[in-house]
């Protein structure tokens, strides 16, 4: 069956059952699962400490065919499901359904894992490196589920993701699972995606190389989530889990795209006092951020909040007074993590405040604007952050969907030629975040606007930005590069993608190699 | 961008294509595709043909385009006999040390435009500055030829040549730059001051082209397209400067009305040079439009 954006979904699949097709950014409804909440109980004096995972694992009652989980805070520093699900493999379990966060190139070893029987499927909201190639190369027995950083929170309020034992990789704990994320030699500042784990999963262990003594305060996950505490030598290679620095990019040509997404976010008229802001860690993101906090600081502009991965750049905006607060669903770098811990301002937030869709208010529908990224962007606006232009998987849903449907303006900034290729397709490979949630698309050779936002058109018309038709600059960079060959969609499906609401927007089908 | 209101000269190494597809995107009034330093001896052949094909193919916006050829006494025949077909605006001769540098030059192009269509118009030219020999001529080399539209200051070799310590402020190069500016106001050329080679130094390149605006110039070359901003905003008139313009230029319509060689502004008297300086900056008032209006 098509979808509302004209996708072909299966009726169902192996493993995920029976699809819902995505049906509109805002039309589908919550739906509940039937699902009993965890049995739990803690007598005083119990020891919940074990001091290796062989131990708990002889504790824990798993059994195959469970779901287990992780949070990618640690990303490609990551060592914890790498080293649960060998020790997993170790007592025997087989048929696991797997539920990461976000997957790095340091998480290779599932391979082998899944060929072996050991995890039947992955539900993740990225994919990189080797684990992503092989879902291309239809490893997994099922598609791998691609679910936005709000979806997840959602599908595990609603029942719809029931998970038996969750692995919180804790950079610090004590013994009695008071849990942070910005001390120890693992930091990686906020613990946001492990919140609804620790909310609803049937078991909560920690996972720490940080034992830390009787209380450690304020916690980001409070003891009383907490069923086991496992000590570990290591959590990760800390070179792989925050960068030192974020730093703005030099490229003349993305500091060009960074200069109009500014003036984009200038002429909209949204930059005034209380504005609230969410932009990425990479290439042009953060050079626009640097542009807007001049603008801000020439007009005397006080923010009301900066939102989402936070990065140095937005610490410094929160301390030269630019924002009031800063909400921190994840840290990107090494400053981030350490205003995490001293300034009263800086918040740690859970996804499900960030995101969830069918909450009672996340915070994404807060935001003025949001800049992010594409590796594809269609004549309707579909943006595609999933695949490469060869149809490989290679990307992240993560928060692109959620705060492009909840921000009152949505930039998306992109190079118009990438390693050659038009980035303005006909149709993008794979749609990731529906085109009526998207309202400009930046590139260094002008600027679209979707047309159903005349309004802003002519905003920045006004303001002698460069704006042209999409199609304009789809032929403009098919006159440099020539048109993009068509990438066969034939193979079978290998991956689900799945928006915020759990309706399914797009499919992503196997490559041969 | 018309002759005499070009006010910023951006390089791009003629041998790296992704540069070449962009450098019509920051907004520098001319485009300059370099086939000298930026390549290697073994790579001329390759860079030929990438500036060839990016002259014929990619949307350089209104900014003029320019090539940087070799030297006389290296390929710059060669490159010539490449490039004519593909018409850029302008060449840029580097190591100009004498006006029959120029003429030769002039000559090349002649005879290799007499082969191409009639219609077209004659390929600009731009002397490069660069050698102590080039400054001891360079009123010479400035009333050479009238296809000559530019002298362009190159200040490493120049300081490397004389025994100079290159600095920042530029002491070293003062003279150089005074008489380039003298000798292209002398015969009506424009005149580019030479890089800033700092391209992390926002604050030094601001200062360097307000000393260079101050002194003369008309322009600057930049070795980095994130200095084209900077440099396009100090050559930009102000709003101040445009009031003035008007007014000089209204007060000369008037004395013309009133049969009155003589115009004065506020007592003073305005003059010929005075009364060009004004139309220049109205000229580039009118090109560039309200604001400015680089790189949109």
Not at chain 1, 188 to 201: Q, R
Not at chain 1, 349 to 364: Q, R
Not at chain 2, 220 to 227: F, G, I, L, T
Request: hydrophobic share 40%; with cysteine; glycine share 12%.
């Amino acid at each position: 069956m098509k979808n509302a954006i004209g996708r072909e979904i299966p009726g169902e699949t192996k493993g995920q059952g029976k699809l819902r097709p995505f049906l509109g950014a805002f039309q589908g409804a919550p739906e509940t699962f039937p699902r009993l909440p965890p049995k739990k109980r803690s007598p005083p004096g119990g020891n919940k400490v074990f001091s290796s995972l062989g131990d708990l694992f002889g504790d824990l009652e798993l059994k195959s065919g469970a779901t287990v989980s992780f949070h990618h805070h640690l990303r490609d520093g990551d060592a914890v499901a790498n080293m649960v699900l060998a020790a997993a493999d170790k007592f025997g379990l087989r048929d696991l359904n797997v539920s990461l966060t976000g997957t790095f190139a340091v998480h290779a070893p599932m391979i082998e894992l899944v060929k072996k029987g050991v995890v039947a499927s992955l539900r993740t909201s990225s994919l990189y490196g080797p684990v992503a190639g092989a879902v291309s190369r239809g490893v997994f027995p099922t598609p791998v589920l691609i679910h936005t950083h709000g979806g997840r929170p959602r599908a595990m309020k609603n029942g719809e993701l029931s998970v038996d034992v969750a692995f919180v990789a804790a950079p610090a704990a004590d013994r009695r699972g008071n849990i942070v994320g910005h001390l120890g030699k693992s930091a990686c500042g906020s613990l946001g995606y492990a919140w609804s784990d620790a909310d609803h999963a049937g078991t909560v262990v920690a996972v720490t190389d940080n034992l830390v003594p009787f209380p450690l305060f304020p916690p980001s996950i409070p003891q009383n989530k907490v069923d086991r505490v496992v000590a570990v030598e290591s959590l990760g290679d800390p070179r792989g889990i925050v960068s030192g620095t974020t730093r703005i990019t030099k490229d003349p040509v993305a500091l060009k795209i960074a200069a109009s997404a500014a003036e984009v976010i200038s002429a909209s008229g949204l930059l005034k006092e209380g504005f609230s802001f969410q932009t990425g860690a990479g290439g042009a993101s953060l050079a626009a951020a640097r542009y807007v906090a001049q603008m801000m600081e020439k007009d005397k502009i006080r923010g009301g909040f900066a939102l989402g991965g936070i990065t140095a750049h937005m610490v410094g905006m929160l301390e030269r007074g630019l924002f009031q607060c800063l909400y921190d669903v994840q840290s990107f770098d090494l400053e981030s993590v350490r205003s995490l811990g001293r300034n009263q301002n800086h918040l740690e937030i859970g996804a499900d405040l960030y995101a969830n869709p069918h909450s009672s208010g996340c915070l994404v529908d807060d935001l003025d604007a949001v800049i992010l990224g594409a590796t594809e962007i269609d004549l309707d606006f579909n943006v595609n952050v999933v695949t490469g232009s060869d149809g490989v998987i290679m990307g992240a849903a993560g928060g692109h969907p959620d705060t492009a449907a909840g921000a009152k303006l949505t930039i998306v900034v992109a190079n118009l030629l990438r390693s050659r290729q038009p980035i303005v397709v006909d149709r993008v490979i794979t749609a990731t975040t529906p085109g009526e949630t998207v309202d400009v698309l930046v590139t260094e050779r002008g600027v679209a606007v979707n047309p159903k936002n005349q309004e802003l058109k002519e905003r920045l018309v006004k303001a002698r930005l460069d704006v042209k038709e999409i199609d304009e600059l789809k032929s403009l960079a098919e006159k440099i590069a020539g048109a993009p060959e068509k990438v066969d969609r034939d193979g079978p499906v290998v991956a689900l993608v799945e928006y915020r609401d759990g309706t399914i927007i797009d499919v992503v089908r196997g490559v041969s190699g | 961008m018309t002759a005499r209101t070009r006010r910023s000269l951006l390089y791009v190494p003629g041998n790296n294509p992704g540069m070449l597809q962009t450098g019509g995107l920051f907004g520098a009034d001319v485009v300059v595709l370099d086939l000298e330093d930026s390549v290697a001896p073994s790579e001329k052949d390759a860079a030929r043909d990438l500036v060839c094909g990016a002259l014929r193919r990619v949307d350089f916006g209104r900014a003029a385009t320019c090539v940087r050829l070799n030297s006389l006494d290296t390929f710059a025949a060669a490159d010539l006999k490449s490039l004519v077909p593909a018409r850029p605006d302008l060449v840029l001769l580097p190591k100009t040390g004498c006006p029959g540098d120029v003429l030769e030059l002039v000559g090349i192009l002649e005879r290799l435009e007499s082969l191409e269509k009639k219609d077209r118009k004659p390929i600009g030219v731009m002397a490069l500055i660069e050698s102590p020999r080039g400054l001891a001529e360079i009123n010479a080399i400035a009333a050479s030829h009238p296809r000559l539209e530019a002298l362009v200051l190159g200040a490493e070799d120049y300081a490397a040549m004389v025994g100079a310590l290159r600095t920042k402020e530029g002491g070293e190069i003062a003279l150089a730059r005074s008489q380039l500016v003298n000798a292209a106001a002398a015969y009506g050329l424009e005149s580019f001051d030479a890089v800033f080679t700092d391209a992390a130094d926002d604050e030094g390149l601001a200062a360097d082209t307000i000393l260079a605006r101050n002194l003369g110039f008309t322009g600057k070359s930049a070795v980095n397209p994130r200095q084209v901003k900077v440099i396009n905003d100090l050559f930009s008139p102000s709003g101040e400067d445009v009031d003035w313009a008007g007014r000089v230029v209204r007060a000369l319509r008037q004395a013309e009305k009133e049969g009155s060689g003589v115009a004065s502004i506020g007592g003073k008297m305005v003059d010929a040079p005075v009364a060009r300086r004004a139309e220049r900056i109205l000229r580039l008032a009118e090109k560039l439009g309200p604001g400015g209006g680089d790189g949109r």
